[in-house]
């Protein structure tokens, strides 16, 4: 470990700053504070941070226009935010937050989706060949899929839906994004389809379909694939 | 008493006019006068400009109709210009033959002395002079009479034998026929020109009678204003009394009327009525309630009725004739759009206020949320933070956290229930597979629910079910919270589905000591505490989010106690037209 990851936490509520801080300090980050939106677009410029954790509710500004301002000056966005309005969330992802925590949260899955965002941003260059999730390995090459060592066989949909999680593995895709992605711009809002491959991919690979442990639901959001 | 004889033998005019010109589409001037009662008064005969005859009978109390064969209004001002298309034609009377006959006169005078006797052929040429000028001025019957009193006068005058009306050369029986042919072929010549004109005419002044409508209705702005136009303008162009109804609580309301105290009786009320609810004409001269006084037309746009203009004659005549009816239903759909443009103004207003209000109750939520969560989020993140010294300080810090979480689930259920007591709830309905919903509530409740067992039942073959995913959500929390809440520690918690003889039943079963009987609907209420149940305490309201949230997705939802054993069971019921087969698209 030469230089630590920089992240950037923007939040107007000071507790919650010194919260953030002391969590994401212990597991290894340099961190820094913000507690505005011209605060934290400065210390974007001026830091270089990895990763931002953007509070939607700033007192100069709505988080949600910092979102793509941040994003193009290339760090990583995630958003903690306590508006737990699914057309929020939506909104946060389709302009280009990598990931959307909702207030309260656990301290444990913020540092998750912190590592998410960071490994997407960091192997974009180079995608993983092989995604491990659990017993379950995907070979996006060979496009194969095997579980506990043996290969299971999934429909086209179903391994394209697989396929696009496991390319950015712990990372939350809209229902649009994922539509776009493997049935084509045409059936963005087909749900139904996405909810019939996730159910074929689940009965396939889960070992409790009930308690899934490989792809998570987000209400309303999308899906993420858990590593 | 004579302004009603008047009005009779006109009518009768103007229908036998109507029948007999109907077929050729012929002007009423190919029609001869009707004789004219000497003794009406109201009759005036005006040998007005140059020398043409104009006879004007008032009627209906108010206004002139303008005769003749050029149509003149009688008063520019106060005439409506569609008064034309009743006009009876009259052709001149004494006056026409008059000039006839003194051409007659000038012509046998001038060849008499200009031609010598017997240069025949020259003789019978003039005589079509004072012919076509009868059959083009005056028409068919001048026209005629005058041919034969020419080749009378001819016969008597030039034709040998001289001085009688004897014929011996039939060549001058060929001259006869010729004078009377010219008369009839001129007079034929002469009316279709006049028809043209008055055809011109009237459509011209139809096309000015839409602009200046058109234009006028552009100007308006209040609905007051938009109904009184259409009665003023189509009462004076009609010239009839008018009134427009609009729905109101009670039925239709009068909103404007022309003259302002005309009033449709009972009888034109219904047909008024009739005419809004089947957006078609009604009353008098329709096939609905024709016994009215009234006639009635909607006045619509896009299959949307907007009101119904009413009108009606003092003398009980068909307001509108069948030749204007063309023009009336272009204005009324001139009408109907500018009624549609208002509606689709206030509607914009409406929509604009309410979004404003929405916008407000939004940013409100969204603060009162924002405040509530944020300390909530910093006692629970510093709980995680906290490293325990002790088993004793370890096992506070894992009940304060779970009492900070219920405390947590209790602000968001406070705050649904604002958002459904204040109407803020947007359902938005997407494809949802049970499964997954119900694994998801188990995750959000995993911490609370470590002291039960649970069992799930949801056949694979689930259709997928069309509701609001967060909404759905908030219901299985709370019926899942509910059942932990008053089953007792270790015992099973089941979640079913079960297919319906109408839809699907999702069920949530604990084997705690059921509901009372009777509680079964009181259950939902809000704050509503079932006696003894509480030991553990609880907000009141979960069961009636429940029950808002069911319902605003159009679900059901119900309480029962199971059979099987000991224990309530709440079922959400999804109707059939919720689900979806969820096939497997793999194109």
């Known amino acids: 470990m030469s230089t630590p990851i920089t992240l950037l936490v923007v939040d107007d509520e000071p507790a919650i700053l010194r919260l953030l801080n002391t969590a994401l300090s212990r597991a290894g980050y340099a961190v820094i504070e913000a507690g505005s939106a011209r605060e934290a677009l400065a210390a974007v410029a001026i830091d270089k941070p990895h990763a931002v954790l953007l509070d939607l509710g700033l007192p100069d500004r709505d988080g949600l226009e910092l979102v793509p301002l941040i994003k193009s000056a290339g760090p990583a966005v995630v958003v903690v935010s306590a508006r737990d309005a699914t057309e929020q969330k939506v909104s946060a992802l389709d302009l280009g937050a990598d990931d959307y925590v909702t207030k309260p949260f656990d301290t444990e899955e913020v540092l998750a989706r912190i590592r998410a965002a960071l490994r997407h941003r960091l192997s974009s260059e180079s995608e993983q060949a092989l995604v491990c999730a659990g017993e379950v390995e995907i070979d996006l090459i060979a496009r194969s899929v095997r579980k506990g060592g043996n290969e299971v066989h999934l429909t086209r949909k179903e391994y394209g839906l697989l396929a696009e999680l496991a390319a950015r593995p ?58 | ?68 064969a050029h149509n003149r209004p009688v008063d520019d001002e106060h005439t409506p210009f569609l008064a034309q298309s009743r006009e009876l034609a009259f052709e001149s009377g004494g006056l026409g033959y008059a000039v006839s006959l003194s051409l007659i006169a000038l012509v046998t005078a001038v060849a008499a002395a200009v031609f010598r006797p017997g240069n025949l052929t020259n003789v019978g040429l003039l005589y079509l002079v ?52 010219v008369a009839v072929v001129s007079s034929q010549l002469a009316a279709r020109v006049r028809e ?30 938009l109904a009184m136009l259409p009665c003023v303008e189509l009462g004076r162009l009609f010239e009839t009394h008018a009134v427009l109804l609009v729905p109101g609580e009670n039925g239709l309301a009068a909103l404007a009327a022309s003259p302002a105290d005309a009033e449709p009786d009972r009888i034109a009320a219904l047909a008024g009525l009739r005419a809004f609810e089947a957006n078609q004409p009604t009353g008098l001269g329709s096939d609905t309630l024709a016994a009215s006084k009234w006639s009635f037309w909607p006045i619509a746009s896009g299959g949307r009725v907007h009101a119904v203009l009413g009108m009606a004659r003092l003398d009980a005549r068909t307001p509108v004739g069948p030749e204007q009816l063309p023009l009336l239903r272009t204005l009324l759909a001139q009408a109907g759009l500018a009624f549609e443009r208002n509606a689709l103004e206030d509607e914009m207003a ?17 603060s009162i949320s924002h405040d509530l969560r944020t300390p909530l989020t910093t006692v629970l993140g510093t709980l995680a933070e906290i490293r325990p010294a002790s088993d004793e300080q370890a096992r506070q810090l894992s009940e304060t956290r779970r009492e900070a979480e219920r405390l947590h689930r209790f602000i968001a259920n406070l705050l649904d229930m604002v958002r459904v007591e204040s109407g803020a709830l947007h359902p938005s309905a997407e494809p949802v597979d049970l499964a997954e919903a119900v694994a998801e509530a188990f995750h959000d409740l995993r911490r ?13 073959d689930l259709p997928l079910v069309l509701v609001d995913p967060r909404l759905l959500h908030h219901c299985l929390i709370n019926l899942l919270e509910n059942a932990a809440k008053f089953a007792p520690e270790g015992s099973a918690i089941a979640v079913w589905a079960r297919r319906l003889p109408n839809g699907l039943g999702l069920s949530v079963l604990d084997e705690g000591v059921g509901i009372p009987v009777g509680d079964e ?48 069971c709440f079922t959400l019921r999804i109707p059939e037209g919720k689900l979806r087969a969820g096939q497997e698209v793999d194109a």
């Open chain 1, 170 to 227: 712990g990372k939350v895709l809209t229902h649009a994004q994922l539509l776009r992605a493997v049935w084509g711009p045409a059936h963005e809002s087909d749900v139904e389809y996405l909810r019939v491959a996730a159910r074929g991919i689940r009965r396939k690979l889960e070992e409790d379909p009930a308690r899934p442990s490989l792809i998570r639901n987000e209400i309303g959001v999308g899906y993420r694939l858990v590593t």
């Open chain 2, 1 to 68: 008493m004579f302004p009603y004889a008047g009005c009779s033998w006109v009518r009768a005019a103007n229908c036998r006019i109507r029948r007999r010109s109907r077929p050729l589409e012929a002007g009423p001037s190919r029609f001869t006068e009707p004789p004219v009662p000497d003794a009406a008064p109201t009759l005036l005969i005006a040998a007005s400009r140059k020398r043409w005859a104009r006879v004007s009978a008032p009627i209906a109390g108010s206004t002139a109709y303008a005769c003749g």
């Open chain 2, 130 to 181: 004072p012919v076509m000028v009868a059959a083009t001025r005056f028409g068919l019957r001048t026209g005629l009479i005058t041919g034969l009193v020419s080749s009378l006068a001819y016969n008597f005058f030039f034709i040998p034998p001289l001085h009688t009306f004897i014929i011996d050369n039939p060549e001058n029986i060929v001259t006869v026929l010729m004078l009377l042919g």
């Open chain 2, 521 to 568: 609907t009181r259950i939902f209420e809000m704050y509503a505490r079932i006696e003894g149940s509480d030991r553990r305490g609880g907000t009141g309201l979960g069961l009636a989010i429940v029950k808002a949230f069911a319902e605003a997705m159009g679900l059901t939802v119900e309480a029962t106690n199971r059979c099987d054993r000991p224990g309530a």
């Open chain 2, 448 to 460: 609370g629910l470590t002291s039960h067992r649970l069992h799930f039942d949801l056949p694979a």
């Open chain 2, 196 to 225: 043209q004109a008055r055809l011109a005419q009237r459509s011209a002044a139809e096309s000015q009678a839409l602009a200046s409508f058109a234009q006028q209705l552009t100007g308006l702005r209040t609905r007051v204003e």
């Open chain 2, 350 to 366: 409406m929509i604009a206020q309410l979004k404003e209000r929405d916008r407000l109750r939004a940013a409100l939520l969204s």
